[in-house]
């Protein structure tokens, strides 16, 4: 079973349009409950990538 990546942080970002808190869009978060693991792991990638993205943003 995979896990879900809410860490009870829910702020959408405007400029990025991902959760603060988990860095997922609305519809990965609507749709969460509905994927099969496979699903959820290609998500969990996606938030991996986007955590590197905001560290890179944020390095002088």
């Known amino acids: 079973?995979?896990?879900?990546?809410?860490?009870?942080?829910?702020?959408?970002n405007a400029q990025t349009t991902w959760c603060e808190g988990c860095?997922?869009?609305l519809e990965?978060?609507?749709?969460?409950?509905r994927l099969d693991d496979a699903g959820k792991r290609i998500i969990?990638?996606?938030?991996?990538?986007?955590?590197?993205a905001v560290v890179e943003a944020s390095s002088p």
């Open 23 to 25: 860095l997922r869009s």
């Open 44 to 52: 969990w990638d996606r938030i991996a990538q986007r955590a590197r």
């Open 1 to 12: 079973m995979v896990p879900s990546p809410c860490i009870s942080v829910c702020r959408m």
């Open 28 to 33: 990965e978060i609507a749709g969460w409950s």
